[in-house]
């Protein structure tokens, strides 16, 4: 049995009786294969283990879940709410044609994948048809890359994820056609636990895009806790776009691990428009030479939306590279934090890494927080970092104005402007698109001199 | 000609400071009338003003563009109904491309005059582009790249100019368009101004020197000294300023007001 940590009496400030999941480990899915039952049943000890996140700690200092009805989300395949997926979410994402689709909700899976790309060993699946047909590999490539003690709800994911998706592309193998997949949860008072598995072998090749979503129209607030295990092997090449577009009404957790090894470039692409409260981790490992790892974010918050991007960019060999983008607007009540770091080890001269997070506030009441950093442990690299916060420059607005162009419409033309550089890093008009048609109908809310 | 511009009596403030004291001018349409003056005495307040930037604030009198009382238009309004201004030092729009914002701009006029209208269609949008920025000798790519966002001081007011092209409005204020420009970006910049000019453009052009007015030729030449029209004349007025400087006008000022 683990050991349980010593409670800190913390009297001057305790935390609510409600913050306490009601989850327990009846709720475990019982494993076949002996090395996932044992890592489901280790990280169920870590969970238990584990506070629940306050304030106080630095990762949280800026994301109060205070006013997380915890007590009161059942697992989602226990409620078993159906709701159609409206079909814009359907479409395809990327321009080409899918070589493979999944649509997932807690408990089903509708799974599609080209014969050939089948035939040449290529999984992509759901996580409880992976767990039957492919334990083996499953026991091999889950829970390498996060472990259940980065967090509380890194161990709740890896202990009770209901669902997922796996995919796995043999050594040498190049898919030209996208992967789309996307997670649908619906419920009030659902708690939605997922897990992601993408793995390439060596000089694998793949573009695959995931979303996760849920219905708008949702008041009493919904749980997502999940994992994203990404593993890019030797000269492989992943381009992997994820699109956050939960409900105003889930609570988002997730931790995500990139790792890539020498010569491997992955291409790390995140949109979040949606969710009441995010709280994402997302690490970047360069751990062999000259591995490359691009990520770029956009988001967009309006009313009382708080999204939290931790992100760390890890240079653990030689020349490698990474660089990060961040751009986001926000509108109304909103929030915003991002908090970057570039990890150079004393093992890896020659890195260059980048991170730049931009932002735009939009009313005098919404909340940007940006903080970069740097902790470098080797000499010959080069890193450099800017973090900003602005506003709409009035100057512009004054010289469209001056060429007819109304007051929403200029404003809306900077917004626009101002995450040109992030679109231009997204190769897929289907998702560019996504993205601007968020702008303009944030953008509709905007009212002046709020 | 009837007059496209008066204005009346203008009497300009920011933050409660008098600028604009009084003014008084009328340009009939088809003609280029050139404001001169040295620093400071409220050239560029007055194109601000024209073009309604809300820290300018008019105390007193009146614009009328074709007839009409302008004052409590914002600046939108007056550029779609033909009003436009060439700034001086035109902000960057980080982002937006050249033509993209064009488009815009032309898709804002027509929906103000129609609001059914559907906008230009591209076809139709790229021709007219392509025949402007030919005029203007520019770059094909120039359409391409975000609007100023690292333009040289020549490309910013050739922009400038192809935005006048595009827009064709009815009076245009040139703010020290020949402010920072080497000889041969002024000829190209002052080349653009007179193939626009016709009997349909009024144009106000200010500026500190009198360069400019070698390439283009002005009906008239005003001076304008601490926030009022001192002294009118016509193209040799420019000529006999660079000349003799400002000195002359300043005295005749100060003895006509002691007298």
């Known amino acids: 049995m683990a050991e349980t940590p010593k409670v800190i009496s913390r009297a001057e400030r305790p935390a609510a009786p409600s913050q306490a999941f009601s989850f327990t480990e009846g709720m475990l899915r019982p494993q076949v294969n002996p090395k996932l039952e044992a890592y489901r049943r280790s990280a169920w000890q870590t969970y238990q283990s584990l506070p629940f996140p306050t304030t106080r700690e630095e990762a949280w200092r800026r994301t109060d879940l205070r006013k997380l009805k915890a007590d009161q989300f059942r697992l989602a395949s226990n409620l078993a709410v159906e709701q159609p997926v409206p079909a814009d979410l359907l479409a395809p994402l990327a321009d080409s044609q899918h070589g493979g689709e999944i649509i997932l909700s807690s408990s089903h899976a509708k799974v599609t994948l080209a ?8 999984i992509f699946t759901d996580l409880l048809t992976a767990e039957k047909e492919h334990p083996e590999l499953l026991a091999k490539i889950m829970g390498q890359l996060v472990r259940p003690e980065e967090g509380k709800f890194a161990a709740l994911a890896s202990a009770l994820a209901e669902n997922g998706v796996v995919l796995y592309v043999p050594r040498s193998v190049v898919i030209e ?46 749980l997502h806790a999940g994992i994203v295990e990404v593993h890019v092997g030797s000269g492989a090449n992943l381009r992997f776009v994820e699109l956050q577009s939960w409900g105003e009404n889930v609570w988002n957790f997730t931790h995500e691990r990139g790792q890539v090894e020498r010569g491997g470039n992955l291409d790390w692409i995140f949109g979040a428009v949606g969710s009441q409260l995010t709280k994402n981790f997302s690490t970047l490992d360069l751990v062999g030479e000259g591995a490359v790892g691009k990520m770029s974010g956009f988001y967009f918050t309006d009313r009382d939306q708080h999204l939290d991007h931790d992100t760390q960019q890890n240079h653990l060999a030689p020349a490698t590279t990474s660089d990060l983008l961040f751009k986001g607007a926000l509108l109304e009540n909103s929030r915003s934090v991002w908090q970057g770091m570039i990890y150079v080890a004393p093992n890896a001269p020659k890195a260059d890494g980048y991170q730049a997070n931009r932002n735009l506030v939009l009313s005098k009441s919404a909340r940007a927080d940006s903080i970069p950093g740097l902790e470098i442990l080797t000499d010959d690299v080069r890193c450099t970092h800017g973090a900003t916060v602005g ?7 004054f010289y469209l104005l001056s060429r007819g162009i109304p007051q929403r419409e200029a404003e809306r033309l900077i917004v626009e402007g101002f995450f040109e550089p992030i679109m231009q890093r997204i190769p897929f008009e289907g998702v560019r698109q996504r993205f601007q048609d968020s702008i303009s109908k944030k953008m509709d809310l905007y009212t002046h001199g709020n | 000609m009837n007059p496209v511009l008066e204005i009346i009596n203008l009497h300009v403030a ?14 009939p349409s088809g003609e280029v009338h050139a404001i001169m003056g040295p620093n400071g005495t409220g050239k560029s307040t007055l194109a601000y003003t024209l073009m309604g930037h809300p820290f300018y604030e008019v105390t007193e009198g009146d614009i009328l563009f074709k007839g009409e009382s302008i004052l409590e238009m914002e600046p939108d309004q007056r550029s779609q109904r033909g009003m436009f201004l060439a700034f001086q ?34 076809p139709e949008f790229r021709k007219l582009l392509k025949e402007k920025m030919d005029y203007l000798k520019m770059d094909p790519s120039f359409a391409g790249r975000y609007l100023n966002e690292g333009f040289s001081g020549g490309e910013k007011k050739r922009a400038e100019i192809l935005q006048m092209a595009v827009l064709k409005p009815e009076i245009a204020v040139l703010d020290e368009t020949d402010s920072g420009l080497d000889i041969d970006a002024l000829k190209i910049v002052s080349e653009g101004v007179n193939a626009l000019r016709g009997p ?8 500190h020197y009198q360069r400019i007015l070698n390439y283009i030729k002005p009906d008239a030449v005003h001076v304008m000294m601490d926030g009022r029209i001192v002294e009118t004349g016509g193209p040799d007025l420019a000529l006999h300023l660079e000349e003799h400087g400002y000195d ?11 007298a």
Do not use: C, M
């Not at chain 2, 349909?200 to 200010?206: A, M, N, P, Q, R």
């Open chain 1, 177 to 222: 056609e996208p992967l789309h997949s996307l997670y649908w949860g619906a419920g009030e008072k659902a708690a939605h636990i997922t897990h992601i598995l993408v793995w390439l072998e060596e000089n694998a090749s793949v573009t695959y895009l995931h979303e996760s979503a849920s219905p708008a129209d949702e008041r009493d607030q919904a």
């Open chain 2, 14 to 27: 920011i933050d409660g400071k008098e600028i604009i004291k009084g003014l008084n001018l009328v340009i």
């Open chain 1, 391 to 397: 506003r709409i420059d009035q100057d512009q607005v």
């Open chain 2, 200 to 207: 349909d453009l009024g144009v106000l052009l200010i500026t």
């Open chain 2, 248 to 258: 002359w006008v300043r005295e005749k000022v100060e003895n006509g007001a002691a």
């Open chain 2, 89 to 122: 030092y035109p902000v960057s729009i980080p982002g937006v491309t050249v033509a993209n914002f064009l488009r815009t701009a032309i898709n804002a006029r027509r929906r103000a005059a129609n609001p059914e209208d559907k906008g230009i269609p591209i």
């Open chain 1, 115 to 122: 014969a050939e790309l089948k035939a040449k060993g290529v």
